[in-house]
């Protein structure tokens, strides 16, 4: 039986994530999943790939409110959950997209810039911002995700993450690959072979084992690259292409509300 076990958003790109019990499921991904974004000055996305950081952000949720402390300092910000429909939007990028959104409140884009030792703005996306997916692989021609990398959920199997440690010298946790959706039971990597699974009630399409990078060499309780696995080792076995991958990109299929232990079903497998 393979049984839902973590249910995890990260609601600022590339900071803490938070663990819940339950999740509703919206067309972008989870509610609240990577809505905000960290942009320098031009507006280009930061990441743990050039500033780990970043990983020493953590947020929590108070009521209404988001707030996100910094490690090993009493500092904190409260961020609101809603906004209004006037505010001013401009052009941020991730990656390749171009995607407009709004500065959440500058003094606490001044708060992150203190802590980070450069200028950065806090942004959210707001609803009637559409970022696709990559046509090539969505179910359909409306398919979009928030700030996530390129996909909305992202699904990986404690089996894998079991394999993978085997095979270390120092076991990881499963942090480091950043999931919305972990499972337990099942066969190691064998998520990258669904081609549609549901989990409780909600239908999800696998569409691209998930590609990894040197983020996951961050250690997130320091904050610092912490060497060269896992993807030294992942590479000896785990190479497609020219990627390292690890974990499964997935699209929803409508709303509904995912519980920790709801059961995860193999529809059809590729």
Known sequence: MLQLSELWIYPIKSLGGISL??????????AHDRRWLLVDENGMFLSQREHPKLA?????FDGDVMVVSFQKTATSVEIPLRYEDHQ????????EDSVQAFEVDPAVS????????????????????????ESKY???????????????????????????????????????????FVFTGGEPYEEETWSEFTIGAVTFYGVKPCGRCV???????KGVVSGKEPLKTLAKYRLQGNSVIFGQN???????VLFLGDAVTVVVRK
Do not use: C
């Open 215 to 221: 983020m996951t060499t961050v250690d997130p309780t």
């Open 110 to 133: 001044t708060w992150f810039s203190q802590l980070l030792g450069f200028s950065a703005r806090l942004v959210y996306m707001p609803d009637q911002s559409h970022r696709k997916v």
């Open 21 to 30: 019990t339950q999740a509703q499921v919206t067309d972008r991904g989870l």
């Open 138 to 180: 969505a179910i359909s021609p409306n398919d979009i995700t928030s700030f996530s990398d390129a996909y909305p959920f992202l699904i990986i199997g404690q089996s894998s993450l079991e394999d993978l440690n085997n095979r270390l010298k120092k076991p990881i946790s499963m942090n480091r690959f950043r999931p919305n």
């Open 250 to 256: 997935a699209i929803g299929a409508g709303a509904g």
């Open 88 to 95: 001013s939007l401009f052009t941020v990028t991730v990656w």
């Open 56 to 60: 020493l952000f953590q947020p929590s």
